[in-house]
């Protein structure tokens, strides 16, 4: 099994960074495709980064440039670094792999950016 603890959230100005973190279980990490999500009030959870086992990354549109998302295999931890923070960035924020049983998701962290 492969458990997802997030943190890393809080409270930012606009303009601001925080760096997420994410730690996985288990022995596989290294095989993993990683995924941050985020879901704001109201909306549907969605797609911000992923990064291969590999190292090849993607981003939604709406954070390029401005977030990056990276891996430590030896640390079994995937982080997004949020840089130039705006007001609907707002969200919670889930680690999420996807495995042959299903999606593991962690219990996520909350981004709050204010104007």
């Known amino acids: 099994q492969v458990q997802l603890v997030e943190s890393g959230g809080g409270l930012v100005q606009a303009g601001g960074s925080l760096r997420l973190s994410c730690v996985a279980s288990g022995s596989i990490f290294r095989l993993l495709r990683m995924g941050w999500y985020r879901q704001a009030p109201g909306e549907q959870r969605e797609l911000v980064a992923s990064?291969?086992?590999?190292?090849?990354?993607n981003y939604a549109d709406s954070v390029k440039g401005r977030f990056t998302i990276s891996r430590d295999n030896a640390k079994n931890t995937v982080f997004l670094q949020m840089n130039s923070l705006k007001p609907e960035d707002t969200a919670v924020y889930y680690c999420?792999?996807?495995?042959?049983?299903?999606?593991?998701w962690g219990q996520g962290t909350q981004v709050t950016v204010s104007s």
């Open positions: 990064i291969t086992s590999g190292g090849n990354t």
């Open positions: 999420n792999t996807r495995l042959s049983v299903g999606d593991r």
